[in-house]
């Protein structure tokens, strides 16, 4: 009887060893989910202080609304690239968009070259780039 319930005891932890049908497949099974491990991600965190003349614009840091200006802003960014090789880290766009007639959109990327982005970036919003002239065609 003890030697029955001795050689019961391995088998049944074997078995809850197997995969069971319920469980999620590998990708090369079909019907099964890729089960691959996260890929760990390395990542640098900033803060910017934005700041616009005149305050009160509407700021957006890579495509997110952040708040509006004067506004502290913090930015993830990440390692892109194989480690074996040259990495680089994401690029940083602040954009800020005017909130009364008379304001011009101001934009900037910054941290180009996987350098770090400056502590406060400042757009003066009553500074608008004149439209370059358009010259007439001449008819030969």
């Not at 491990?37 to 910017?48: I, R």
């Not at 350098?115 to 007439?136: I, L, T």
Request: hydrophobic share 40%; glycine share 8%; charged share 20%.
């Amino acid at each position: 009887m003890k030697i029955s319930i001795l050689l019961a005891v391995p088998a049944l932890f074997a078995a809850c060893a197997m995969p069971q049908g319920a469980m999620k497949r590998g990708a090369g099974e079909p019907g099964g989910a890729a089960a691959q491990p996260a890929q760990q991600q390395y990542s640098v965190d900033e803060t910017v202080d934005i700041v616009t003349d005149p305050p009160g614009a509407k700021i957006f840091v890579n495509d997110a609304f952040v708040g509006y200006a004067p506004v502290k802003a913090d930015v993830r960014r990440t390692w892109r690239g194989d480690p074996r090789y040259q990495m680089t880290l994401d690029n940083v766009k602040i954009e800020a968009r005017p909130v009364e007639a008379g304001q011009c959109a101001q934009s900037g990327i910054f941290g180009q070259g996987s350098v770090k982005s400056p502590p406060q970036v400042r757009f003066n919003m009553s500074s608008c780039a004149a439209a370059a002239p358009v010259r007439a065609r001449r008819k030969k």
